[in-house]
């Protein structure tokens, strides 16, 4: 796990305009990666390994886009967008976990559930607000999605707890 950043403001320098956090993804490159995903057996494509994973989860932990977007396609025709793996995670909650801010939006487009929780309650933004990713909450605002931003986890905590016990810990580090 990282730790938090130590201040839940995103540097301007880093973020430029969100126009250009959120990249468009090369037609090219998509096609190539649908091809692919498609030439999948749907056993196989479907398939959780011991840890609950399925190869959605893999790329969105790795960031791939392309690949995960056209894995993502994949699932949501077979109505396994929401799938978990072994924490309870989805797709979307890994893809924020590893602070990928351009897939988190792609998924939400596509119809993620943006108040999906995992085994500890965690919704996307507690998850975001934990790991100090603004670049995750900004995709989740460009969304245009409604987000429960007072869910609370099962310890009781909102996102701005996360947020707040988190910066603590990391100016105590």
Do not use: W
């Amino acid at each position: 796990m990282q730790p938090a950043r130590s201040t839940p403001y995103p540097d301007p320098l880093e973020l430029g305009s969100f126009g250009d956090l959120v990249g468009v993804l090369d037609p090219g490159e998509l096609a190539r990666a649908r091809a692919e995903i498609q030439s999948m057996d749907p056993a196989r494509l479907l398939h959780q390994d011991e840890d609950g994973d399925t190869i959605l989860h893999l790329l969105a932990a790795r960031g791939l886009r392309h690949f995960a977007q056209a894995a993502a396609e994949a699932f949501k025709e077979c109505g396994r967008l929401e799938i978990k793996e072994h924490k309870g995670k989805t797709p979307l909650l890994v893809a924020a976990t590893a602070n990928q801010a351009e897939l988190v939006r792609d998924l939400l487009v596509l119809g993620a559930d943006v108040d999906a929780a995992d085994h500890k309650g965690q919704t996307l933004l507690h998850l975001a607000a934990t790991y100090g990713f603004p670049n995750v909450l900004m995709a989740v605002l460009a969304s245009g999605v409604q987000v429960e931003v007072e869910a609370r986890n099962f310890e009781g905590q909102t996102p701005l707890h996360c947020a707040v016990i988190s910066h603590n810990k990391a100016l105590r580090a």
